[in-house]
């Protein structure tokens, strides 16, 4: 958690100069050098898979499936780490209050400020936690390194698609994963601790 805490602030930093990092306008060239018909069409798929329609109707969802199943331990869980990071994002947002970069491909710009990455943030902590939560204790290892494989390249993909779109700076991008990191953590550990102290005390 420290060392998310450490690189979120020196992305921090690293974005409230006055011109972008170089590190920020070579990688995002580079990316663009990359750019095809066929990637942009799915590049600009996989980015609704991190917005804020599509996010909140799946959690939505994924909450009532929850409650609906008598896990509302793993609902309260869910629904605190994916408010509290749309809620934490946009403060961070007006905090920082970072420019876009130019946008590519005509793809329309947000109205919102660039860093962090919102797409990077919430689909973190929304498909990390989700994959959490459905893995279940006695599953195959392979069944659980497969359920968070799929969550791990989902989240990395919704956040480069960010940078090829050109909605984002990468550092935009790595501080809301840097972002997430932490506050999965935060939320986790006060998880556990939380329901560690309501347990009842072991019979004498």
Known sequence: MLCALLL????ALASRGPAAPAFDLG?????????SAPLTGLMKTVTNLGSGWF????GLGVALWLESAGRRR??????????????????????????????YFGYPLPV??????????????????????LIRSHWPRWYKAVIVAIAVMLTLTIGMSRIYL???????????????????????????????????????
Not at 76 to 102: D, I, S, Y
Not at 185 to 198: C, Y
């Open 112 to 133: 919102t400020y660039s860093f962090p990455s919102g797409h990077s943030f919430v689909s973190f902590c929304f498909y990390m936690t989700l994959a959490e939560i």
């Open 166 to 204: 050109g909605v984002h700076y990468p550092s935009d991008v790595a501080g809301g994963y840097a972002a997430a990191i932490a506050w999965t953590i935060l939320v986790r550990a006060t998880n556990r601790r939380w329901w560690r102290r309501r347990a009842p005390a072991p019979q004498a």
């Open 55 to 58: 996010l909140w109707a799946l």
């Open 27 to 35: 990688i995002r060239e580079a990316v663009h050098s990359a750019a």
């Open 74 to 103: 793993d609902a309260a869980w869910f629904a605190v780490t994916v408010l509290g990071a749309n809620l934490l994002n946009e403060a961070m947002k007006l905090g920082f209050h970072r420019r876009r970069p130019e946008a």
């Open 8 to 11: 979120f602030a020196w992305l």
